[in-house]
C-alpha cells in the first residue's frame, strides 16, 4: 500500500470514532460495498495504519481515581541502560503512557493508582527501584478536560464533509 486515498482516509475516520462497526455498516458509511471495503481495511491493517481495536475503559468506575505525570530523570542516559530502563516501564500496569523527552528528565510517564496510598507506595517500591532512576517528580490531575486516542485526520476523511475539529 503506497498512498491511501479518499475511501481509505474516510475507513480511518470511521474506525477511529467507533471500531465496532460491522463491515456493512462501514462500507455504507463510506461510500464501498462490503467485499471492497473488507479489502481496504484489511490492507490498512497490514500496511500499519491500523495497529489495533481497544476498549476505552472509564478508570474512574474501575477504582483508578489517582491520575499522575511522573517526569523520571535518569542516573545516566547511555543506549544500553536507556533501554534497560524502557524495557523496565513497559511491564509496569500502573504506566499507560511513556515518553522519552527531551528538556529536564528522561522520561515523562502516566500513572492511574486507586488513591494517594497506592500511588506513593507505587513509587517508593516499584518505580524509585528501576535500574538508572535517578530521580521522580510528579503532577497530579485535578480533572481531566479531554481524554482521547483519536488522532486529526485531514478533512477529506470525514465521508459527512464536515469539519474533523
Known amino acids: 500500500m503506497n498512498q491511501i486515498d479518499k475511501f481509505d482516509w474516510a475507513i480511518l475516520y470511521e474506525l477511529q470514532k467507533n471500531a465496532r462497526l460491522t463491515n456493512a455498516e462501514l462500507a455504507q458509511r463510506v461510500g464501498l460495498s462490503a467485499a471492497p471495503c473488507w479489502r481496504r481495511v484489511r490492507?490498512?491493517?497490514?500496511?500499519?495504519?491500523i495497529t489495533g481495536?481497544?476498549?476505552t475503559l472509564d478508570r474512574h468506575k474501575l477504582g483508578l481515581g489517582v491520575l499522575a505525570f511522573?517526569?523520571?530523570?535518569?542516573?545516566?542516559?547511555?543506549?544500553?541502560?536507556?533501554?534497560?530502563?524502557e524495557e523496565s516501564i513497559r511491564l509496569l500496569p500502573e504506566v499507560t503512557s511513556c515518553?522519552?523527552?527531551?528538556?529536564?528528565?528522561?522520561?515523562?510517564?502516566?500513572v492511574v493508582a486507586?488513591?494517594?496510598?497506592?500511588?506513593?507506595?507505587?513509587?517508593?517500591?516499584?518505580?524509585?527501584?528501576?535500574?538508572?532512576?535517578?530521580?521522580?517528580?510528579?503532577?497530579?490531575?485535578?480533572?481531566e478536560v479531554k481524554s482521547s486516542s483519536a488522532l486529526p485526520l485531514p478533512m477529506t476523511a470525514n465521508p459527512k464533509g464536515t469539519p474533523l475539529r
Open 70 to 85: 511522573v517526569r523520571v530523570d535518569a542516573a545516566q542516559n547511555t543506549a544500553d541502560i536507556t533501554l534497560r530502563m
Open 99 to 110: 515518553h522519552y523527552i527531551s528538556g529536564a528528565g528522561t522520561f515523562e510517564l502516566q
Open 114 to 143: 486507586k488513591d494517594l496510598e497506592s500511588f506513593s507506595s507505587f513509587i517508593r517500591n516499584v518505580l524509585l527501584h528501576l535500574p538508572n532512576v535517578k530521580d521522580v517528580h510528579t503532577t497530579f490531575s485535578l480533572g
Open 53 to 55: 481495536y481497544h476498549a
Open 43 to 49: 490492507a490498512l491493517e497490514e500496511a500499519g495504519y
